[in-house]
């Protein structure tokens, strides 16, 4: 069974996946005032092609709406993600205006 969640440390931490008590994947991120960095999104070769990265997306997206943060995507999985679905994802995603 696969369970995800966040570990913050002094604003620093990841989004944690687990599959049956083993570490399958996480997200680096980091969260300032009223903004969660996500930096990069990595799964375990074991676990590619089962949609954990999507779980770990999943997990980010309702820890920033419970938490009234917006998400500045520098991840590159994660900036695709909201571009591909920007209905599911405009309330969390904090763009930078040109």
Not at 35 to 61: I, P, S, W
Request: glycine share 6%.
């Amino acid at each position: 069974m696969e369970t995800t969640k966040v570990v913050l440390g002094n604003a620093r931490g990841e989004v944690q996946l687990f599959s049956d008590d083993n570490k399958a994947g996480k997200m680096d991120i980091s969260v300032i005032k009223d903004k969660l960095t996500v930096y990069h999104t990595e799964v375990d070769d074991e676990y590619a092609g089962n949609g954990f990265a999507k779980l770990l997306l999943g997990e980010l997206v309702s820890y920033a709406r419970e938490n009234n943060l917006k998400i500045v995507p520098l991840c590159p999985y994660v900036h695709a993600q909201f571009k591909r679905n920007p209905e599911e994802y405009n309330d969390v995603w904090f763009k930078v205006e040109a």
